[in-house]
T-cell receptor, first 113, second 115 residues
């Protein structure tokens, strides 16, 4: 079955520490891959996306993600977390022959002072 | 560019009444829009794909008579929750855009509370 998995429901990191949020997908062919961030009660903001080409993708707010075909993963990273990064992060996929977008369960990020 | 506006941002209604939520693409034309539902502290679940000028495509398990979708123009899709009940209380979000250019843009969401 096609799915997108975010194994970590909640992650807590200290401000200034590095961050990695995991995302794995199970699709017949490599889908389009996205990371979105959602603040409480708000809509979603696109952090970055991968369609093809360079497997290391740079996004906004200092985030990056690396596509690893062999692991069917698209993990999100940030070298130094800021308190304002506390939010819910969603990995999303869209099949290349079908434009609907599906979301992982989300990872809630808490940043300790 | 690619701004999606959703209205209202929150609404409270009585059981048995209907509520309409609007999703507008402000600076582009959207032949397709998507409607999601999000329960507290959960992910977004795709409810339906709204197609301009034709019927919406509903996901399995979504009642099309309960959640009426109309996409009458290239900039507006509406979701009407008919005969609302407390279990319909949720956060509803729409999205639209050009997937291959910049991904989809999401509206700010509508918090529906049915009392």
């Amino acid at each position: 079955a096609q799915s997108v998995t975010q194994p970590d429901i909640h992650i807590t990191v200290s401000e200034g520490a590095s961050l990695e949020l995991r995302c794995n997908y199970s699709y017949g062919a490599t889908p389009y891959l996205f990371w979105y961030v959602q603040s409480p009660g708000q809509g979603l903001q696109l952090l970055l996306k991968y369609f093809s080409g360079d497997t290391l993708v740079q996004g906004i707010k200092g985030f990056e993600a690396e596509f690893k075909r062999s692991q069917s993963s698209f993990n999100l990273r940030k070298p130094s977390v800021h308190w304002s990064d506390a939010a819910e992060y969603f990995c999303a996929v869209a099949r290349r022959n079908n434009n609907d977008m599906r979301f992982g369960a989300g990872t809630r990020l808490t940043v300790k002072p | 560019g690619a701004v999606v506006s959703q209205h209202p941002s929150w609404v409270i209604c009585k059981s048995g009444t209907s509520v309409k939520i609007e999703c507008r693409s402000l600076d582009f034309q959207a032949t397709t829009m998507f409607w999601y539902r999000q329960f507290p502290k959960q992910s977004l679940m795709l409810m339906a794909t709204s197609n301009e000028g034709s019927k919406a495509t509903y996901e399995q398990g979504v009642e099309k008579d309960k959640f009426l979708i109309n996409h009458a123009s290239l900039t507006l899709s509406t979701l009407t929750v008919t005969s609302a009940h407390p279990e319909d209380s949720s956060f509803y979000i729409c999205s639209a855009g050009n997937l291959k250019e910049y991904g989809y843009t999401f509206g700010s969401g509508t918090r529906l509370t049915v009392v």
